[in-house]
Every structure is written in C-alpha cells, then in structure tokens.
C-alpha cells in the first residue's frame, strides 16, 4: 500500500499543473498516507488484541474444564452422577423442595459386620469397607441406579430418579444379582489382603416417596422419604447373605422374566397386614442373570452338637433361653432340632453347650430358611454371623463326618438324637 503511494506522488509531482494544484493534491495524498498508517496501526493492534484474546479465551476454557472436571470429581464421590449432572445443567435443582415419583429402592447390607468389625482394629474395617464399595459402586453406576446413601455397611439406591426409568424394576434386579455375583471379586480380594469373607443380602420395594432437596438453606442433601424406604429396610432385613428378596409391588413391575426360588408371607415391625416377599434367583429378558449358586450339602454329623437358642424380635434379643441340637453342618448352614415351633426367616442367637467356656460365651447367630418336619421342630438354619472360634469348632466336627450306615449316635451328654 505504502509503495502504491509513492508511485501515485511521484506522478503528481510530474504532471505538468499550476504548484498550488500540485501542492493540494499532494496535500491530500498526505492525509490520505496519513490516514492509512493509522489503520494500518489500528487493524495490526486489533489483530494482536485478538491473538490475545483468542489465547485468553483458549486459557478461559481449559481452566473451566479443569475446574468442571474437579468438581464433578470432588462431588462425584459424595453425589450420583445423575444428581450431580442435574445440579451442573440447573443450578435452581439446589432449591429446597420436593416431588412424588414412584421409584423402586434398593438397600444392601453386610450380614454379621458389627460382630465382625469388633474383631478388626479400625484401619481394616475401613479397607475392607473401601474394596467392598470399589466394586459395588462400579455395578450400581453401570446400571444407572442412583447412590443415595452409604450408612456404615449399607447402600442405599433409587432406580427412577432424578431420572425417569422405565424399566427401573427390572434393571434394579439385575442390578442386585450382579452385586451379588461380584461378591465373589471382593472376597477373592480380601483373601489376598488377609481380611474374612464378607455376605451382603438385598432387599427392594416399588414405592411412591418424596425426592428432593431436603435440609436448611446452609446445608441441605438430595433424598428420598417415605414409608416405602422404611419398607424396603424392612424386607432387606429378612435377608440371609447372598440373597435378594423383593416386595410384591417389584414382583409385579418386573413380570414374569424372574425366576423366583421361594415366597413368604412376612408381617414386618410397623406394618398393619402381612407382606409377600419373593426370593429371587435370577432374570431374563435381555438381562438373562442368575445367582451363583453358593450352597453347600449338609453332612450328617457322628455326633450332634448340643446348642442353647434364644428367638430374636428384630434387633432385641428374647428373655427365654431353650436346648437344640445340630445334626447336620455344611460350611453356612445347619441342620437344627429345637424345643419351639418356629417358622421360616426367624432369627435366633446362639451358643454352643458343653464346651469350654470360652467357647460357650461365643454368640453365633443364623436365620430359620427352611421347616424340615410338620411340628416345626427340625428346620436349616442359614448362620449370618459366626465367630471364628465358632466356626472353627464346626469345621472339626464336619471332618467326621458318620460312616455310611451307621447310625447316628446321641451326645454322651445332653443325650439328643
């Protein structure tokens, strides 16, 4: 441009015209050079200032990204990623309030972990906490469930919500039998670490509940209220390790891909009429799931082992003290005669009789699964805590098993057979 000026006044100061027309005219060729360094200056100042501001802009996004990235790390492990998405998408989700939704709930828990976590110092208890929600965690995400809470041993998760799923119960069961099989990885873990097994019952329930924002303006938490919460506490409860047990209403939703293994008719603490829960061993329907099966025979014992029991009404243990016997053992389960008629998914304390007294005052615990005879008296036991001395106590007597055709010989004591 500059050279292009030159030329055109080195024209004018040949053409043949009067001095002042030639002096105008380069004047004006003067201004116009003037005119055009300036623009020159302006457009290159521009031109740096958007490289600047392209860079800081570039710098912008890359320090929004990392902070988005950390806050949905930081969050992500005290919040589901679907709540936490929904907060980042709309922050007015922060206000406090509430709305119905029916969602199917789901709560595990670790059978015997208290009896257990008295035995560790509190640096294991807390790895073994930590392996165990590594890999629950991981299977509940990959089916879109929504962590709620984690209460000691416990999880709680909702299917439908923030996020509306249709297939909530279907993809809940599943969801269940694979935490259940994938309790095998955690075991095999801990074994590696020198920690015990550990067994985890499921229990779900289809419920219309509050979820929302619930709390104070300075501290409030994503969650769900209702008595359908409690509800489902209260079929988990009835679990034995390994199993997952579901309510009428989730037998329901999830139609006939289910394999159900066994039915009761429970009467829960606080509830007004008896409830069905289902014993579930497997799912079809595009998930095509079944629970590994973990159950041992029982072997008939040499001798029986002398036993004292007490019934358990939920967490309270009962007054009356009676005499059983065991008769057949395998690794988590018994075969027991006792002095009461008891019926399927009661709870008994007990502890072993005639024995060292250190072994007398170690409390092992089991839940009733199956009646054996008429009267009630002859029933399995599937133990849900059992101390090691305890078990170790067992293990010795199942290496004697009796003989092929001998017959079973009574405890020189307590004279039962």
């Known amino acids: 441009m500059k050279a292009n000026l030159d030329k055109l006044k080195h024209a004018v100061g040949e053409l043949i015209v009067a001095d002042d027309g030639r002096k105008m005219v380069l004047e004006l060729l003067g201004q116009i050079e003037k005119g055009f ?3 020159d200056f302006r457009l290159e100042r521009a031109l740096k200032d958007k490289n600047t501001l392209s860079t800081l802009l570039s710098r912008t996004s890359e320090d929004l990204e990392k902070s988005s990235e950390l806050i949905q790390k930081m969050f992500g492990r005290y919040l589901s990623t679907e709540v936490m998405n929904s907060l980042l998408d709309d922050p007015s989700a922060l206000e406090l309030g509430g709305e119905r939704r029916t969602v199917t709930i789901m709560l595990s828990d670790l059978r015997g972990f208290t009896a257990l976590s008295e035995r560790l110092n509190p640096e294991q208890v807390v790895q073994l906490l930590n392996s165990y929600f590594e890999v629950m965690v991981d299977v509940i995400l990959q089916y879109q469930g929504t962590i709620n809470e984690i209460i000691g041993d416990s999880l709680l998760v909702i299917f439908g919500a923030p996020k509306e799923m249709p297939d909530r119960a279907k993809r809940a069961i599943a969801c269940a039998i694979e935490m259940q099989n994938e309790m095998a990885k955690v075991n095999e873990q801990n074994r590696r670490q020198g920690l015990p097994d550990l067994e985890m019952g499921i229990g779900l329930n289809e419920t219309e509940v509050i979820v ?4 104070s303006s300075k501290r409030s938490k994503y969650a769900v209220v209702g008595s359908g919460v409690n509800m489902t506490s209260r079929i988990e409860s009835y679990t034995v390790g390994g199993q997952i047990l579901i309510s009428e209403s989730v037998h329901q939703r999830a139609g006939e891909i289910l394999r159900i293994d066994a039915q009761w008719d429970v009467l829960p603490k606080g509830a007004e009429k008896q409830l069905r829960v289902y014993d579930v061993g497997g799912i079809a329907g595009g998930y095509n799931l079944a629970l590994a099966s ?18 358990l009404d939920g967490k309270d243990v009962g007054v009356k003290e009676q005499e059983g016997s065991v008769s057949r053992l395998s690794k988590n389960c018994a075969e027991i005669t006792l002095d009461d008629q008891l019926s399927v998914l009661t709870n008994l304390k007990m502890n072993l009789e005639h024995v060292s007294e250190r072994l007398s005052v170690r409390d092992f615990y089991g839940k009733i699964i199956k009646c054996l005879a008429e009267n009630g008296s002859s029933s399995v036991i599937r133990f849900t805590s059992i101390p090691p001395e305890v078990d170790a106590y067992f293990q010795a007597h199942l290496q004697h098993p009796i003989e092929r055709g001998e017959r079973q010989k009574p405890h020189p004591v ?4």
Do not use: W
């Open 37 to 39: 360094k300036t623009l």
């Open 414 to 417: 307590s004279g039962r057979k």
């Open 212 to 215: 929302g924002n619930i709390g």
């Open 294 to 311: 973990k159950e041992q025979p029982l072997i008939t014992l040499a001798r029986q082992i002398p036993i004292r029991y007490t019934v």
